[in-house]
């Protein structure tokens, strides 16, 4: 292990926000700086998605013994899926001198804050309101009128959670993906250099 591993990267926000997006503007800009922890999921594939790509996915079985044995940092269960992340999946991409992104709901942020010797970066991403959020869930048509409520009620708590600025450290709303993503990358740049600087030293 690296003795100053670069720090986790930890994005939050309610979903339909666009981190997605945000994410990729910033990993676009620095090739090879930024790599995904991989989650595992209790969930089918859909279409399109690949094993140890999208997801690992897993027996809910195999998920709940690789929870006992203490292999996650943080658990969720979402729509009667679970979701984790490993303390392997990012050692993996701490250790190619990478920073690791996380996207996680606001439950996983409350677990990774019990683990002092990660210390990332965290990052909330926030709608302009609620009702422009419900209108981007509505436009990607891929909830029913139950599961949108859910995610509605869900966003709630998260922008609750979000508004305490001792949560995390910058809030950014997304009224404007060119300002949401340059902020993002401003928040970020000292960390960015700072690992060009170690790769370039050690290559």
Same mark, same amino acid.
């Given at each position: 292990?690296? @003795?100053?591993?670069?720090?986790?990267?930890?994005?939050?926000?309610?979903?339909?926000?666009?981190?997605?997006?945000?994410?990729?503007?910033?990993?676009?800009?620095?090739?090879?700086?930024?790599?995904? #922890?991989?989650?595992? !999921?209790?969930? +089918?594939?859909? !279409?399109?998605?690949? %094993?140890?790509?999208?997801?690992?996915?897993?027996?809910?079985?195999? /998920?709940?013994?690789?929870?006992?044995?203490?292999?996650?940092?943080?658990?969720?269960?979402?729509?009667?899926?679970?979701?984790? !992340?490993?303390?392997? @999946?990012?050692? #993996?991409?701490?250790?190619?001198?990478?920073?690791?992104?996380? %996207?996680?709901?606001?439950?996983?942020?409350?677990?990774?804050?019990?683990?002092?010797?990660?210390?990332?970066?965290?990052?909330?991403?926030?709608?302009? #309101?609620?009702?422009?959020?419900?209108?981007?869930?509505?436009?990607?048509? !891929?909830?029913?009128?139950?599961?949108?409520?859910?995610?509605?009620?869900?966003? +709630?708590?998260?922008?609750?959670?979000?508004?305490?600025? &001792?949560? /995390? &450290?910058?809030?950014?709303?997304?009224? &404007?993906? %060119?300002?949401?993503?340059?902020?993002?990358? @401003?928040?970020?740049?000292?960390?960015?250099?700072?690992?060009?600087?170690?790769?370039?030293?050690?290559?």
């Amino acid at each position: 292990m690296m @003795a100053n591993p670069p720090k986790p990267l930890v994005i939050c926000g309610p979903s339909g926000v666009g981190k997605s997006t945000i994410i990729k503007r910033l990993t676009d800009e620095f090739p090879g700086l930024f790599g995904f #922890s991989v989650s595992h !999921t209790t969930r +089918k594939p859909r !279409t399109g998605e690949c %094993d140890g790509v999208n997801y690992h996915y897993v027996t809910r079985e195999d /998920f709940l013994s690789c929870k006992e044995n203490g292999d996650f940092i943080e658990t969720a269960e979402f729509s009667g899926n679970m979701y984790g !992340t490993s303390k392997m @999946a990012i050692q #993996s991409i701490q250790q190619k001198c990478q920073i690791c992104i996380l %996207d996680i709901e606001m439950q996983g942020v409350i677990q990774i804050k019990k683990i002092p010797e990660l210390e990332p970066n965290y990052v909330f991403i926030q709608p302009p #309101s609620i009702e422009e959020l419900e209108r981007r869930l509505i436009e990607r048509k !891929t909830e029913t009128e139950e599961s949108l409520k859910k995610r509605l009620d869900t966003a +709630k708590r998260e922008l609750e959670y979000g508004a305490n600025l &001792d949560n /995390f &450290d910058i809030v950014i709303v997304n009224d &404007d993906v %060119d300002k949401a993503s340059g902020m993002l990358r @401003a928040f970020m740049i000292e960390h960015i250099e700072k690992v060009q600087h170690s790769k370039d030293t050690t290559s």
